[in-house]
């Protein structure tokens, strides 16, 4: 038993060491796991059966339909922020706000949260905000530290407000810690779902947006002249097309992706075809104002076709009664197909005009790009997770350890949340996820900790990683985008506020757990 708790130990440092040093993620996971495997079958504590287990858990990914969503919502993003719809939705929004001291900073988390149910990626929310925002405000005469730590955190909100790629990957993780808690509690295990963290993250991630919004209007308070209003006695009125098509579809879309999973009409998979549906359609409308196009009546079409979808879904249910079909059944099959047909030539319409558009490819391949790197983590993460728990009993020892933590449960939650925070420092939440969440959470919800409260509080904290200095990513996304005269100490001492922020919001859920539990009980009380 000695051996291998040195070898687990072992693994787990040489696994994060490698990290640091920039390997690449997947093959750092795989790389060690087998490296360490071949040592503990040297002094006889791995045996080659227990890697026979590997394919089976591959197939296990493959085949995992919550984890479908992730290239759905992956494209749906890419192609939203590749349409230019961010830029419609913050130059409209600053020409509503931006009177008002501070006007430009509300605009700015607003698109932000907007950008974050629409996108859910934070590198593309940040730079594009970065690249059209950031020049104006500096213009405008606002404080760099603001200016740029409003934009920062703004565009982390895409970590918890959902529909994001996080809570898909933890409401993965979680589940299969709270099926492993149960098999040690000998009872059965709690079902957790996409829905079930979408739904806990909501209240969090709003009260999140308030509180950025509260402390812009603080500084528009003591300190007006770090956010002064804007002129815009120059600029031609907004018209009613413009509002409609550059912040109410995107609104729409939003609603009909995120409402359709929260009212339980779709599960998430089918939800985010949808939202991927949608920001097609939505970007043709989009580049065929820029480039008139004779396919656009395809797209009102399209569009029609999928409203009518849904409204089918929501309002007919085809029964089979003996082998028959009523007359109402056929007819609502009739406009079903009718509509099927519509929405592909809709949709068919809008991938012509991202092509002509020269965005077609890109779009597809950034997508490609980023779901096939999630993927290989997981393949990766299974094979590093098959060796430290299955052979070197490592998730054991970590259950030792957290359990042995003074204070209980609350201790063994604060020391997890202190580590998630610091390893946030340097690793990706993709990392933390695959790596940190499979070894914590089983032992802490034998300790008692609600799964889906565990989860929205390690979402929160993943999410403040991405502003942590000298190694958040969102800083580093800003720094590459900002302008030459913003210094980067500047962007650091402008994100130290928002991770106040965070934290005190990390606090309130730990101490009111209903923040991150009433609304999933809604749904399954």
Known sequence: MEIEVILAISMFLVAIGALLAGFPVAFTLGGVALIFALIGYGLDVVYLSDLKNFPARIEGVMRNGVLVAVPFFVIMGVVLERSRVAEDLLAIASRLLGQIRGGLGYAVVLVGALLAASTGIVGATVITMTLIALPSMLKQGYDPKLATGIIASSGTLGQIIPPSIVLILLADAIANASARASTSLGGRAVSISVQDLFSGALIPGLLLVCLYLAFIAFNAVTRPQSCPPADVRDLPPLTARQITMGLGAPIGLIFAVLGSILLGITPPTEAAAIGAGGAILLAGFRLSEDTPSKLRPLLFIGLASGILLLALNQGFELSVKQGTLTNAD?????????????????????????????HLTSAFMSASHITSMVFTILIGASLFSLVFTGSFRGDEMIESVLTAMPGGMWGALAITMLVMFVLGFFLDFIEIIFIIVPLVAPPLIVLGVDPIWLAILMALNLQTSFLTPPFGFALFYLRGAAPDSVQTLDIWRGALPFIGLQIVMIIAVAAMPALATWLPSLGTG
């Open 330 to 358: 056929r007819i609502a099959q009739l406009i079903a197909f009718a509509s099927i047909a519509g929405l592909m030539v809709g949709l068919g319409a809008g991938l012509l005009i991202l092509r002509r558009a020269r």
